[in-house]
Every structure is written in structure tokens, then in C-alpha cells.
């Protein structure tokens, strides 16, 4: 698949043939924008549910200065014109949940994890949940905390951040700098260094990584060895 953090092609054009929409890192191979978003740009493929209640915003301190429970920055720039993603203070219901969802994530390695910072304010702010939609499960992975391990992932997912309130909501939540870490795999390499493991796929790992229970290659060659290494 193209850029879905595995270097699928011998010569990994897979992975180096970016669009606007995607950004070359330090290895020189392409990971998804919307995988370090700051939502400075646009919403990063971050959408709301069609069936909920209330809307995320993408919205500044500037914009939502009218509402005393809203942050009057953002996190990346701590500025009043910089951006966020933001539900209202001020519904039409007296209860509902704001779904914001990502786009689906084609599998990850055994590292990921999501990163992000969130702001809750209010007499009766309500919750606020992230949770993992694999398209067969959901998952509740978080709740009121800024980073969460996704770990290895074979199928597609989604990411959800949910805001649900009951009763006289009074509040405001918002989230921003959301990043995906260490979610893409290892390169083929031709050889690896002495404290290295080179897998199955030619990848190479820590051998500390070895027989952890974890795919950490991607082909999970550094599991199925451990009967021959033990």
C-alpha cells in the first residue's frame, strides 16, 4: 500500500512517491502529514462522526474569545491565531457526544503510539475518550491523558477522539498537536551493526527486541525465531 508506513517496494517507491499530502522524514522516505498534525493548515483528514450531536471546530482563541471557558491559545504556537480543533460550550442539547475520527491507518508497527494535547475547562465539561474503531471492535484505549501506546497493528483503524457530556453542559474541550510516533516499520538493510538482529524481511532491530512478544519487524520473523534461538 503507498504510504501506509511499510516500504512495500524493493526500492521503496512506495514510499517516496509523496504528494503534498505526506512529508519526507530523516530516513528519507515519506509518513503521512496527517500523522503530526497542529491543525495550523487544515483538519489533517480529521473529520466529524455524521451521527453526532455536536461538531468539532477547527478554531483559534481569537475565534472562540466570547466563550470564558475556551483556551485563549493554541498549543504549538500558544498564540491567539493559532489552531485547534475545539467543541462549543454552548449546545442545543442537554446531552450528546462530538466524535472527531481520523482517516483508516493501514496497520502499524509494534512502537506506535498517538501523542496529543487536550484542554478541559468548565463546571461540567463532560469527558473526553480516544478510542480505536478496527472496524470489527472498538476499543477504549484513553481517557484524560496525552499519549497512549497503539502498539502493532495488522488491520485497518481509525482513531476517535470522543467528547460526551450529560446534563447542563458548561465547558469547553479542545485537542491539538496530535502525533503519531514510531508507528512506521524498520528499512531493508544490506547489513546490520553488532547489536543488531536482521530479520526475515532484511530489516534490522535491537536484539534486545528479540522473543519480546512484539513484531517489531513487520514480517514478525523476530517471534517465530525464538524457538530456534532458544
Excluded at 496527517?34 to 495550523?40: G, Q, Y
Amino acid at each position: 500500500s503507498l504510504c501506509d508506513f511499510r516500504p512495500d517496494c524493493g526500492d521503496r517507491s512506495d514510499e517516496t512517491d509523496c504528494s503534498k499530502s505526506y512529508f519526507i522524514n530523516d530516513m528519507h522516505f515519506c509518513i503521512p502529514a496527517d500523522t503530526i498534525c497542529n491543525f495550523e493548515r487544515d483538519n489533517c483528514r480529521w473529520n466529524n462522526a455524521p451521527s453526532a450531536a455536536m461538531n468539532w471546530t477547527r478554531s483559534t482563541g481569537a475565534d472562540t474569545q466570547a466563550d470564558p471557558n475556551s483556551p485563549s491559545t493554541d498549543h504549538t504556537q500558544q498564540s491567539s491565531f493559532g489552531y485547534f480543533m475545539y467543541v462549543d460550550s454552548t449546545p442545543a442539547a442537554s446531552s450528546g457526544v462530538a466524535e472527531l475520527r481520523s482517516r483508516t491507518f493501514n496497520g502499524a508497527a509494534a512502537a506506535c503510539r498517538v501523542e496529543f494535547a487536550f484542554y478541559m475547562y468548565g463546571s461540567n465539561a463532560g469527558t473526553l475518550e480516544l478510542l480505536m474503531d478496527t472496524g470489527i471492535e472498538t476499543f477504549n484505549t484513553w481517557q484524560t491523558i496525552g499519549g497512549v501506546s497503539i502498539g502493532r497493528r495488522r488491520q485497518g483503524f481509525q482513531l476517535m477522539f470522543r467528547h460526551s457530556y450529560s446534563g447542563r453542559y458548561s465547558g469547553a474541550v479542545a485537542v491539538d498537536d496530535v502525533t503519531l510516533r514510531g508507528c512506521d516499520f524498520p528499512l531493508p538493510q544490506q547489513s546490520c551493526t553488532a547489536g543488531q538482529w536482521q530479520c526475515a524481511n532484511r530489516a534490522c532491530i535491537e536484539k534486545a527486541l528479540l522473543c519480546d512478544l512484539s513484531d517489531d519487524c513487520g514480517d514478525n520473523s523476530d517471534e517465530s525465531a525464538c524457538c530456534k534461538l532458544h
